[in-house]
């Protein structure tokens, strides 16, 4: 596909018997997934059409061009979707792509260098940036705007107000 790529969605199983299947959208309107189309699945099939054509309780249920059968269906339980990043709209002001905070260095207000986000993760309570610590463990910060305050992209960085027992 090219490009950057970003998980827009996980089929969470079969749907029925013709080949359906239940899909968890990660989309602010979850089936916008099918405008951004085609999707590679974590083991490289390439979807070039997705058609929503219903919802069960917490999924939509689609139709994936050559998925026909529920056998086919369920083998791919648990896939995420990826979609070129080229294909989805520009993130808003203070909005981010987690693919484009991770990587990035972080510093302390100071300037002083505590180690590059190694990841996004959202345990229930919202967002936390995971940053990996040469030499140490990981430190998991809340991603407000308390913790942090500065994040610039274009530049590579972002500035962390870590807690002082923490950093």
């Not at 968890?24 to 951004?36: G, L, M, T, V």
């Not at 070129?84 to 993130?91: C, E, Q």
């Not at 808003?92 to 987690?98: A, L, P, T």
């Not at 990996?132 to 992209?153: C, E, K, N, Y």
């Amino acid at each position: 596909m090219g490009g950057r790529e970003i998980v827009v969605g996980q089929i969470a199983g079969a749907f029925g018997v013709r080949g359906e299947v239940r899909v968890k959208s990660y989309c602010a309107e979850p089936a916008d997934i099918a405008i951004y189309t085609p999707l590679r699945a974590d083991g490289g099939q390439v979807f070039p059409v997705l058609v929503v054509t219903g919802q069960a309780p917490g999924a939509l249920v689609a139709r994936i061009e050559g998925i026909s059968t529920k056998e086919e269906a369920d083998a791919l339980k648990g896939a995420r979707l990826w979609a070129d990043r080229a294909r989805l709209p520009a993130p808003g002001d203070e909005e981010y792509y987690h693919a484009d905070l991770i990587g990035l260095e972080v510093v302390d207000p100071g300037g002083a260098v505590l180690g590059r986000v190694k990841a996004v993760p959202d345990y229930g309570a919202g967002d936390l940036i995971e940053i990996a610590r040469p030499g140490s463990d990981s430190l998991l910060v809340p991603f407000t705007r308390a913790f942090v305050p500065v994040v610039d992209i274009a530049a590579g960085r972002m500035v962390v107000d870590a807690p002082e027992d923490e950093a």
